[in-house]
């Protein structure tokens, strides 16, 4: 079946640019993850959406990110205003179950690479 | 939060068993113990989890001791393929937490 897509694969914007990157999870499952992975360094947790609701977003980094997932499935992040520091991988991630154990088998997306130039 | 600690960086050669050992020095009771292994450009792998003592799956091992202050994971006879970063996570809620890794480079 078909795995964690996300779009775009790339992204350049120009500092003061607002930028909408789209994930799409395997279907039916529950849980969503974003992550933002800098050069060399792991992913860091930025939000987390149980079906439409979003339960935890203490990752995100300042009030210029935002993410929704209205419907339970697809789900956006969204950058205001990008500043060059933003520039990272954001990955997405999707498990099938919320109760502790499964929730941390998560399969990844490729990532959207944003560049802020 | 959960934190862990990994080397850096290992070497091997193929067809050698490569163990990567990570600390959980405070560890949750509710937190279970997982690895992923991620190539570049590419998003994480799952390759397995535990709570506490041996689990053992068709890539992996892992073993946990009674304390679960330490994890290992055993990658029985690696090959060039399985050059990557290697990252060892413990958490019990939502928010998943990840070191920086351990880069495994396997050499011919």
């Known amino acids: 079946g078909a795995g964690v897509s996300q779009s775009p694969r790339y992204k350049v914007a120009k500092r003061g640019q607002d930028v909408a990157l789209r994930c799409d999870p395997i279907s039916g499952h529950v849980s969503l993850f974003w992550y933002q992975q800098a050069l060399g360094q792991g992913p860091e947790f930025l939000t987390y959406?149980?079906?439409?609701?979003?339960?935890?977003k203490s990752g995100l980094p300042s009030d210029r990110f935002f993410a929704e997932r209205p419907e339970g499935s697809v789900s956006t992040l969204k950058i205001q205003r990008t500043q060059q520091e933003d520039s990272a991988v954001y990955l997405c991630?999707?498990?099938?179950?919320?109760?502790?154990?499964?929730?941390?088998?998560?399969?990844f997306g490729p990532g959207t690479r944003l560049t802020v130039t | 939060l959960a934190k862990t600690t990994q080397p850096i960086s290992m070497d091997s050669y193929e067809g050698q068993e490569v163990n990567i050992t990570c600390s959980h020095n405070n560890i949750a009771t509710n937190d279970y113990i997982t690895w992923y292994q991620q190539f570049p450009s590419q998003g994480p792998r799952f390759i397995i989890q535990?709570?506490?003592t041996k689990v053992t799956n068709e890539v992996a091992s892992l073993f946990i001791p009674a304390d679960r202050k330490s994890s290992t994971l055993s990658l029985p006879r690696v090959s060039l393929s399985d050059t990557a970063v290697y990252y060892c996570l413990s958490a019990g809620g939502f928010k998943t937490i990840f070191g920086a890794g351990t880069r495994l480079f396997v050499k011919a």
């Open positions: 535990g709570y506490k």
């Open positions: 959406f149980q079906n439409e609701a979003q339960l935890d």
């Open positions: 991630a999707s498990s099938f179950l919320t109760g502790t154990k499964n929730m941390y088998e998560q399969y």
